[in-house]
């Protein structure tokens, strides 16, 4: 049953107020009051109104005197003033004391006792309130007795507008964050995720404070205690490859690591169902049960059963589920310190190597580059693969200048010897429209070599353009497609791609220059002059 509990000291009078409230109560209301529907599998599929994703571009960071030294100020990390917030606050307040019935949410962000950090969400909606329940990590019944006062408070009155008369606030959508405060408020989008990656972004900032390295990563564990983290954007696999039944999962998308291992954030797993069926992905389909959050997927009106293909409201449909959902879940989500670290991209243009070895220099380049490559759209008339940067694998998160948190991981990684790998999912012999996707059952035998071991011992040779060592053996992979430009049939069209993509990332990097050591800055690509790149 849930516990009652006053806000006044919030300014929020009112008195229907459900304090973690069980998922099956949670599910009532839903149904009675929020929209929500039971489906076949026993989730309960929930709709986020006109937004159906995170609104990056609206969020705001308050510039205050206690952090202002901080933040890494720009496209990233929005400033708004104090009392810009304060009214936006006030908006979310007023929305909130209209409501008639009110959730909270007390849970944790991190693992780790030590370095965890107390939340709470106050919401109108129910689902948003069954969603955060599944992220946060949940507190015992003894816990929440002794709870006290939260390091951090999320007011979600993301069912009111703001008001683009308040300065510094450009749409009728805002995510603003106050670490003075301890306040993070949103206003105009009802997009759940935004809650999430919210807390992610204030673990991003306090972490790194405190001398621990916070990741935009997955992480699982083999049967020996060996730890593995797989860094990735979106489409990389990163999901996919640490979904491993021979290993347990730590986590899927949020991490930290401290003196004492690695440590999940969350409590829970925000799984992209788009496509999604039993065969492909058994561990996230079968974790869609009674408890899990769908949002924005479409099921038939009379059986209820999902259709996991159908993308009408959007792309992005998702599942939220608590992370013992999972079956090979390891619970509490901790583990020790990682033996290696894979950075995964998608290279469309199909001249990455399938896996190469990284000297600590060279993993640093490429953890602040974040590469990789999408599928132009048609519908925009490109047929060329597009390169997408993203500092650290997670830009929209980062508080601190991406340095910052490449400084602690190097250092991490030198202290406990990790090895660092480069693992290419996206195209051989050839870019995309020539090329072929790589198989999954080869990446998948890469990454079984790097976790026994064979891969760090096998023959290398360095690639030309990248400097990458890469390896010429590896177990159930046909040696002809490790070296990319083996693979190409058209070798001056191979030379001529290759070096486009290495002007793309010395581009990019160009804005990291003045923060990095000359020694990160010599370990990326080589663009030859000639070439036209």
Same mark, same amino acid.
């Given at each position: 049953?849930?516990?009652?509990?006053?806000?006044?000291?919030?300014?929020?009078?009112?008195?229907?107020?459900?304090?973690?409230?069980?998922?099956?109560?949670?599910?009532?209301?839903?149904?009675?009051?929020?929209?929500?529907?039971?489906? /076949?599998?026993?989730?309960?599929?929930?709709?986020?109104?006109?937004?159906?994703?995170?609104?990056?571009?609206?969020?705001?960071?308050?510039?205050?005197?206690?952090?202002?030294?901080?933040?890494?100020?720009?496209?990233?990390?929005?400033?708004?003033?104090?009392?810009?917030?304060?009214?936006?606050?006030?908006?979310?307040?007023?929305?909130?004391?209209?409501?008639?019935?009110?959730?909270?949410?007390?849970?944790?962000?991190?693992?780790?006792?030590?370095?965890?950090?107390?939340?709470?969400?106050?919401?109108?909606?129910?689902?948003?309130?069954?969603?955060?329940?599944?992220?946060?990590?949940?507190?015992?019944?003894?816990?929440?007795?002794?709870?006290?006062?939260?390091?951090?408070?999320?007011?979600?009155?993301?069912?009111?507008?703001?008001?683009?008369?308040?300065?510094?606030?450009?749409?009728?959508?805002?995510?603003?964050?106050?670490?003075?405060?301890?306040?993070?408020?949103?206003?105009?989008?009802?997009?759940?995720?935004?809650?999430?990656?919210?807390?992610?972004?204030?673990?991003?900032?306090?972490?790194?404070?405190?001398?621990?390295?916070?990741?935009?990563?997955?992480?699982?564990?083999?049967?020996?205690?060996?730890?593995?983290?797989?860094?990735?954007?979106?489409?990389?696999?990163?999901?996919?490859?640490?979904?491993?039944?021979?290993?347990?999962?730590?986590?899927?998308?949020?991490?930290?690591?401290?003196?004492?291992?690695?440590?999940?954030?969350?409590?829970?797993?925000?799984?992209?169902?788009?496509?999604?069926?039993?065969?492909?992905?058994?561990?996230?389909?079968?974790?869609?049960?009674?408890?899990?959050?769908?949002?924005?997927?479409?099921?038939?009106?009379?059986?209820?059963?999902?259709?996991?293909?159908?993308?009408?409201?959007?792309?992005?449909?998702?599942?939220?589920?608590?992370?013992?959902?999972?079956?090979? /879940?390891?619970?509490?989500?901790?583990?020790?310190?990682?033996?290696?670290?894979?950075?995964?991209?998608?290279?469309?243009?199909?001249?990455?190597?399938?896996?190469?070895?990284?000297?600590?220099?060279?993993?640093?380049?490429?953890?602040?580059?974040?590469?990789?490559?999408?599928?132009?759209?048609?519908?925009?008339?490109?047929?060329?693969?597009?390169?997408?940067?993203?500092?650290?694998?997670?830009?929209?998160?980062?508080?601190?200048?991406?340095?910052?948190?490449?400084?602690?991981?190097?250092?991490?990684?030198?202290?406990?010897?990790?090895?660092?790998?480069?693992?290419?999912?996206?195209?051989?012999?050839?870019?995309?429209?020539?090329?072929?996707?790589?198989?999954?059952?080869?990446?998948?035998?890469?990454?079984?070599?790097?976790?026994?071991?064979?891969?760090?011992?096998?023959?290398?040779?360095?690639?030309?353009?990248?400097?990458?060592?890469?390896?010429?053996?590896?177990?159930?992979?046909?040696?002809?497609?490790?070296?990319?430009?083996?693979?190409?049939?058209?070798?001056?069209?191979?030379?001529?791609?290759?070096?486009?993509?290495?002007?793309?990332?010395?581009?990019?990097?160009?804005?990291?220059?003045?923060?990095?050591?000359?020694?990160?800055?010599?370990?990326?690509?080589?663009?030859?002059?000639?070439?036209?790149?």
């Amino acid at each position: 049953m849930s516990q009652s509990i006053s806000l006044a000291n919030y300014g929020i009078t009112v008195k229907n107020i459900s304090r973690n409230a069980s998922p099956a109560q949670l599910y009532e209301d839903g149904v009675l009051f929020d929209g929500s529907k039971i489906v /076949a599998s026993g989730a309960i599929a929930t709709d986020s109104a006109v937004k159906k994703g995170r609104s990056p571009n609206d969020k705001r960071v308050v510039e205050e005197p206690s952090s202002k030294d901080d933040v890494w100020w720009g496209k990233v990390n929005v400033p708004l003033s104090e009392d810009s917030f304060a009214k936006n606050k006030k908006i979310a307040l007023d929305y909130l004391n209209s409501a008639e019935r009110l959730y909270v949410v007390d849970g944790f962000a991190g693992w780790d006792s030590e370095s965890r950090v107390n939340v709470r969400i106050i919401c109108s909606r129910p689902y948003h309130a069954l969603f955060m329940h599944n992220m946060l990590i949940r507190p015992t019944a003894e816990e929440l007795a002794n709870f006290g006062e939260p390091d951090y408070v999320v007011f979600n009155g993301g069912m009111q507008k703001a008001d683009t008369s308040v300065e510094g606030v450009e749409t009728e959508t805002s995510v603003a964050l106050n670490f003075a405060n301890g306040e993070f408020v949103i206003l105009g989008t009802q997009y759940a995720g935004e809650m999430k990656k919210g807390i992610f972004t204030v673990m991003n900032y306090l972490m790194p404070k405190a001398g621990i390295v916070s990741m935009h990563c997955s992480a699982n564990e083999g049967a020996d205690g060996d730890v593995s983290l797989f860094f990735g954007l979106s489409g990389t696999g990163k999901t996919t490859l640490s979904a491993d039944p021979r290993r347990q999962l730590i986590g899927d998308d949020e991490h930290c690591w401290n003196d004492t291992g690695v440590f999940n954030i969350e409590g829970g797993c925000y799984a992209k169902c788009i496509d999604l069926s039993e065969e492909k992905e058994p561990e996230i389909f079968r974790a869609i049960r009674f408890g899990t959050v769908l949002e924005n997927t479409v099921q038939d009106p009379d059986t209820r059963k999902v259709d996991y293909t159908d993308s009408s409201l959007t792309e992005n449909t998702r599942a939220s589920y608590p992370i013992e959902f999972i079956d090979n /879940a390891k619970i509490p989500c901790l583990g020790g310190h990682p033996k290696n670290i894979v950075f995964l991209t998608c290279d469309a243009f199909g001249v990455l190597p399938p896996v190469s070895k990284l000297s600590p220099e060279q993993a640093m380049y490429h953890f602040i580059s974040g590469y990789t490559a999408k599928v132009a759209g048609t519908e925009v008339g490109v047929t060329e693969p597009e390169a997408t940067f993203s500092a650290c694998f997670g830009s929209p998160f980062l508080v601190w200048h991406p340095a910052k948190y490449a400084e602690l991981l190097a250092e991490k990684m030198r202290e406990h010897k990790a090895h660092a790998w480069l693992v290419n999912t996206g195209w051989s012999g050839g870019a995309y429209g020539t090329g072929s996707r790589m198989s999954l059952k080869y990446t998948r035998a890469i990454i079984d070599a790097i976790h026994d071991g064979s891969l760090a011992g096998a023959a290398t040779e360095a690639d030309p353009v990248f400097g990458l060592e890469v390896p010429t053996t590896c177990a159930s992979v046909p040696a002809e497609i490790l070296v990319p430009k083996n693979t190409w049939s058209d070798k001056n069209a191979f030379d001529t791609t290759a070096n486009k993509l290495a002007q793309l990332f010395v581009d990019n990097f160009k804005k990291f220059e003045s923060d990095a050591s000359d020694a990160i800055k010599s370990a990326g690509p080589k663009v030859t002059a000639d070439t036209g790149a």
